[in-house]
């Protein structure tokens, strides 16, 4: 019995395709939601590591004129600030433990807990 090889066409010139021309996604492409979920577990998971690095540098004193140090309490700031105050308040130039930093860090936690839990949620299939 003599084998027969098929020639298989070449790939070369093929190029993926990121839409069909009937304006559909092609298949392997992740639905809208799942693209939505990966888009806030990244913006959160900066936003806590940024106010992770804010609660450390407090935590140790750093000095708040070091480059560094000013552009994540400056980045921070607008996240932490809704919380400020609720604990007392502590000398800026002294290490202190920032109680409010780690509840904005449990807040946000929890806000892109439940946004992600809600973008989870998929419609019924349209008939």
């Known amino acids: 019995m003599a084998e027969q090889s098929q020639e298989r066409p070449s790939t070369a010139d093929q190029r993926p395709v990121a839409v069909y021309p009937d304006g559909s996604p092609p298949p392997d492409?992740?639905?809208?939601?799942?693209?939505?979920?990966?888009?806030?577990?990244i913006l959160a998971g900066i936003l806590l590591v940024?106010?992770?690095?804010?609660?450390i540098l407090a935590l140790?004193?750093?000095n708040p004129y070091n480059g560094f140090v000013h552009t994540i309490?400056?980045?921070t700031w607008p996240f932490a600030a809704p919380f400020y105050g609720m604990f007392g308040?502590?000398?800026?130039?002294?290490p202190r433990f920032e109680a409010?930093?780690?509840?904005?860090?449990?807040?946000?936690?929890?806000?892109?807990w439940g946004l992600m839990a809600v973008l989870r949620i998929r419609r019924p299939a349209e008939r």
Do not use: E
Request: charge should be positive; charged fraction near 10%.
């Open 29 to 41: 492409a992740p639905p809208g939601d799942v693209l939505a979920v990966r888009v806030v577990r």
């Open 73 to 75: 309490y400056a980045a």
């Open 89 to 94: 308040y502590a000398p800026a130039y002294a």
């Open 50 to 55: 940024l106010l992770g690095f804010r609660f």
């Open 100 to 112: 409010y930093t780690l509840f904005a860090m449990a807040v946000y936690a929890l806000v892109a």
């Open 60 to 62: 140790l004193g750093a």
